[in-house]
């Protein structure tokens, strides 16, 4: 007679490791996440963009009388806003459990190497990190194209490089993974903690 086979129940569960995300899996929630961030820098944007306009402009009351925002208030105000902003929306979902929304759709969690939830400064050496290669591919577009429109291009492949990046390295490691010393983990389902759930545990943390 075969050998009985034990069956997972609920009291003695078989739990699965957590694995290393997959590099497809990790940019489908970057798009998802992509939309959330795209509202969020176009509501910052319309505001900064008010503002500067009662601050620093005349009115006209005519198509010929438009006047764009000083290219002081665009580099030295609406820039920075755009980037902490992005610092924050990821800051403070991975500080709080790791995950943003599109991730919690994969099951995906963002870690430092003891398994830990991140803290600012790792979130921001991560971002940072993550934005390295798009902005040198960026300048050498721009450098070699001289256009907006190759710029642009130039820093969505190296996006797409920090995750083409994974196939390549032996532990299946991002760009930013390497520098910021920190891991995107594919979680099971029986391990699987919602952003909510994050957030309360986070709060009864010391």
């Not at 764009?68 to 030295?76: A, E, I, R």
């Not at 990190?129 to 050498?140: E, F, G, S, Y």
């Amino acid at each position: 007679m075969p050998k009985s086979v034990r069956k997972p129940n609920q009291a003695n569960p078989i739990i699965d490791e957590p694995a290393i995300a997959k590099p497809l899996a990790r940019v489908i929630a970057i798009i998802y996440d992509g939309m959330l961030i795209l509202a969020l820098l176009f509501l910052v944007g319309t505001i900064l963009t008010v503002i500067g306009t009662l601050l620093t402009m005349q009115s006209g009351t005519s198509a010929n009388e438009a006047q764009s925002l000083p290219s002081w208030y665009q580099n030295f105000i609406m820039t920075p806003a755009f980037i902490l902003t992005l610092i924050g929306f990821y800051g403070l979902f991975w500080r709080r459990g790791g995950q943003t929304l599109g991730m919690q759709t994969w099951r995906l969690k963002t870690v430092n190497q003891d398994g830990k939830l991140l803290t600012w400064g790792q979130s921001v050496k991560r971002i940072l990190a993550a934005c390295l290669v798009p902005a040198i591919c960026a300048v050498l577009g721009y450098l070699i194209g001289g256009s907006r429109q190759i710029l642009l291009t130039s820093a969505f492949l190296g996006l797409i490089f920090n995750y083409v990046f994974c196939l390549f390295n032996r532990r299946g490691l991002a760009v930013q993974d390497l520098i910021s010393n920190t891991i995107t983990l594919k979680m099971p389902k029986v391990a699987h903690v919602g952003i909510l759930e994050g957030f309360k545990n986070r709060k009864k943390q010391p």
